[in-house]
């Protein structure tokens, strides 16, 4: 079954603890993306890679880390969290088209994280 | 940056009636136009899409109109139902190199059987 999966699920953690929320695909997409969802400020994107060995930021990348050493996994890396890091984060893929169009997004199930 | 303005936040319709969510964006350069639906505690999922070289696409009961002089695109769902209820949100690429997107804050629609 094509699929993203994202651990945790869920998680309550304090502030300062490092702590990383794993993103897989098994669809051989070449782009992943990181979001978070607040209420009332609907998605916004965290970090982008393009492929593997390349990412960039998106919207609101303080605070955050990723890294891409392999196709199917883009982990999202809080190494110090703070308290605003409380959201819901979803990791989506996508295949990379020829000529850069854009195609539907994948979205995993989603972490809901808080931070004390 | 890009910036997706949604409208109305919430929207309450009858079942049978016509529901239509507004969108308008800042990037003259922006190409896709996706809607993404999300249902109560669970993932977005794509529902319809439209690119800057079309004026109009149609799927059953929805579809999506873009007025690229106006920098505006809509979401017309017709003969609403029950399962129709959920959060639907805009977006649009950032510039030409679609490997961004900027999202509308959501709308969120009941319909009321």
């Known amino acids: 079954e094509a699929q993203v999966t994202q651990n945790p699920r869920y998680l309550i953690t304090v502030t300062g603890k490092k702590l990383t929320v794993t993103c897989s695909q098994n669809?051989?997409?070449?782009?992943m993306s990181w979001y978070r969802q607040d209420p009332g400020l609907g998605l916004r994107q965290i970090y982008y890679?393009?492929?593997?060995?390349?990412?960039d930021k998106g919207d609101v990348p303080e605070g955050y880390k990723v890294s891409r050493k392999e196709k199917r996994n883009f982990p999202l890396i809080l190494e110090s969290p703070s308290p605003n890091q409380t959201s819901l984060y979803f990791c989506?893929?996508?295949?990379?088209?020829?000529?850069?169009?854009?195609?539907?997004?994948?979205f995993g199930e989603g972490s809901r994280l808080t931070v004390l | 940056g890009e910036n997706v303005e949604q409208h109305p936040s919430t929207l309450s319709v009858q079942e049978g009636d016509s529901a239509v969510i507004k969108c308008t964006y800042s990037?003259?350069?922006?190409?896709?136009f996706p809607w993404y639906k999300q249902e109560l505690g669970k993932r977005p999922q794509l529902i319809i899409d439209?690119?800057?070289?079309?004026g109009e696409k149609k799927d059953q009961r929805i579809a999506v109109t873009l007025n690229k002089t106006a920098k505006h695109f809509s979401l017309h769902i017709t003969e609403t139902q029950p399962e129709d209820s959920a959060v639907y949100f805009c977006?649009?690429?950032?510039?030409?190199?679609?490997?961004?997107?900027?999202f509308g804050k959501g709308t969120l629609l009941t319909v009321n059987p």
């Open positions: 439209i690119r800057s070289n079309v």
């Open positions: 990037d003259s350069a922006s190409n896709y």
């Open positions: 977006a649009a690429s950032i510039g030409g190199s679609n490997y961004k997107l900027t």
């Open positions: 989506a893929s996508r295949r990379g088209i020829a000529g850069g169009r854009t195609g539907e997004l994948f």
């Open positions: 669809m051989n997409h070449e782009y």
């Open positions: 890679s393009m492929n593997v060995e390349v990412t």
